[in-house]
């Protein structure tokens, strides 16, 4: 399993990108960047603040053959977020149910899942936003940025590789071919 990259400068918001992209091309598994997005949207409806220089990117793929519950491959997706923090940050990181991840019980990471049908195909978009370098300030609501944890600048371009191979090489274990 391969994601295509396709990068944008900027989008109104990568998950709607990526379910344009499914319902108008023959493309099973993609991911979507954006440099910015200006309508980012969270769970419930809320909006994801978008501040540049954070990571925008928005996974798409066939779910044909995997024989998970939604549930069950959002804690996946969450797992593989986590471990890409993880090769960065080697203290606890929490999993807030049902998609956030946390750090010193502040926000770093959402992520947005969602469905959509293509005649009798069905593909899971999964939105994720990490604060890789600014987070917002959100009243009653704390959030954390990668590069303050660390005190280290982070390329962008290496943590996108490396979230790419992470679900390429994860989620072909649950595809049943």
Known sequence: MKFRILRFKKLKSTNDTAIR????SNLKYGMIIAETQSKGRGQYGRKWISLKGNLFVSFFFSLDGINLT????????????????SKYYKKKIVYKKPNDLLIKGKKICGILQERVNKFN????????GLNLIKNP???????INLNDLINKKISKKKIIMELKIIFEKNLIKFVNI
Do not use: D, E, H, M
């Open 121 to 128: 195909n069905k593909f899971l978009v999964v939105g994720i």
């Open 137 to 143: 300030l959100i009243s009653n609501y704390p959030t």
């Open 70 to 85: 939604i549930a069950q491959i959002t804690k996946l997706n969450c797992l593989f977020v986590k471990k890409l923090i």
């Open 21 to 24: 992209i499914i319902r108008n």
